[in-house]
């Protein structure tokens, strides 16, 4: 998955996937769908619970400047039911139609009684965010580096070393008045203001370190790419003072509401009025319940979110996984029954964990068969076997209703309930750059010119501006990308930490193919220095087979490969890739273009 998003334009390429995924008809199927590989374990439990500057939980539309109240802010997020027409299918379910059901009761898990319909359920305590402003990872540096942000927490974070121009993020980090850093282990961005070269008199940042606890010192869950919701148990408790995040968490806005409890400020209101009622001990299976949602004129956890409603009588902490702890089975996610019980055993393993929405493996799976209702892979069916006594069979239907054919005019429901029109999207409205993929080189090219089109760089990606010196072939001849080896993980902190995988790959290195390390009289195991229009790092050079070099514009192009694993902090000690890497991003996400970029290469014994 990185691969193929980060780059500038890494949101057409993941559309391209799409297109060519429909255009085969594999969208809704077994083994069909885009399938992303992803960085770390819980990247979608992430994004679910609105870990993304743009969303707020169960991807609802973060609040906008003009949003001057609920309806307002309705009227732009939620879309309008379009049915095309010419189809078979006749309707179009808009499952977006019920987007204030789940806004208020997210509110309503919020604020509680506080909330209610006369004050619009307190939605005028949310943010609004400004649309000229970019609140993603590299917008939040190059505010940090302007001094527009004051201070930062950082949970389980390393933007000293994890992301893009590092020698940028660090000196930003100097502009703030405190940072707070919560990790398992000393870091780069809690010892930013020791780092080589930097006098710490010549910081002014206050920094305070929170020791935190590991997975295995804490329960809750997460969610993998296919959408499982799995549970993990604490196994030992963490040590010394160290706590879960949950715990820290709810200590901090326990004092935070106790502080502005005699503040009348109108800005206190928020937190004075939040439903934060966990008490001291707070728990992971408190919160599974609130994500989950109650009917709030029983007391008891709602079903699923169909019974999620609009007037202030239902709660949930994200729509999305309603269903998840249910009054009849429990907390779902601890289910660890290993059998497929889907009639012709495709691998959906249903009652293993749980899987939002509804426990459904396979979304969009009424795609998966024909108006009729038949399987387009009649050996791999995802649902089958549709009568109106019985209803469908296999996987949880994306839709319960009847096939297009056996329904009724007016009821003829098309298969992608997520989308206003009922179909799928070949042209994609909404995106930045336009419609349909196109090709771009990146921000950094080796080539003069686009060989495809006639624009070279994607214009609409966010190009940043602080410490962001842009390099040329002609100094910086090479092509550089940044991966991940097996024995180390993300910034490295959670296993540079570790004797025995600090001895299995104790340096940073440089993989280069054989003949460029022939042209630059490099040998395997030398130490070689690589340069880019933003830094230096120095590693020991890997000469492989694996790197060839390329044929592009008439020239032949070499390209090098480093990691992000290393820092000056930790057992062991290295310079970080991200040192090289341009602070530009995705015209659509912002996410950083890590995997390419121009560089240098030379022996360091030549210096």
Partial sequence: AMGTTQHTYGTQNVRSYAVLQLLLGNMGIAGGGINALRGTSNVQGSTDMCLLSHI?????????????????????????????SGLAGDKSSNWWGNYKK???????????????????FCFEYLPKCDPDVNYTHIGMIEAMGRGAVKGLWVWGQNPAAGGPNSNGARTALGNLDWLVSADI?????????????????????????LPAACSYEKEGSISNSGRWAQWRYKAVEPPGEAMADLEAMNLIMLKLKELYSVDSRPWAKPIIDSDWNYGVHITADMVA?????????????????VGLKDDGTTSSGNWLYSNQYTETDGNKLQRRNPADTHPKQIGLYSDWSWCWPLNR????NRASVDPGGKPWDSEHPVILNYSPTTKWQGDVPDGGWAPIDQAEKGA?????????????????????????????????????????????IDPCAFIGTYMNKRGTPDEFPYVGTTYRCTEHWQTGIMTRNLPWLVELMPDMFVEMGEELAAEKGINNGDTVVVSSARGEIRAVAVVTRRLQSLKAGGKTIHHVGVLNHWGYSGMSKGDSGNILTPHVGDANTAIPEFKTFLCNVRRAEDE
């Fill in 56 to 84: 707020i939980p169960g991807y609802l539309a973060v609040p906008k400047d003009g949003d001057t109240d609920l309806e307002a802010y309705l009227q732009r997020a939620r879309p309008s039911a379009i049915t095309p």
């Fill in 185 to 209: 282990w000393m870091n780069e961005t809690a010892e930013f203001w020791k780092r080589p070269g930097v006098d710490p008199a010549d910081i002014g940042t206050e920094v305070f370190v």
């Fill in 102 to 120: 789940y806004v208020v009761s997210l509110l309503k898990a919020w604020y509680g009684d506080n909330a209610t319909a006369e004050n619009d």
């Fill in 289 to 305: 319940r609130e994500i989950n949602g109650y009917d709030l004129t029983t007391g008891k956890l709602v079903e699923n979110f």
């Fill in 412 to 456: 003829r429901y098309l298969p992608f309930i997520m989308k206003p029109e009922g179909v799928a999207r070949l042209w994609g409205y909404g995106r930045t750059d336009g419609p349909l993929p196109e090709v771009y080189e990146p921000w950094e090219s080796p080539l003069d010119r686009n060989l495809m089109s006639g624009t070279k």
């Fill in 361 to 364: 493996r396979i979304i969009y």
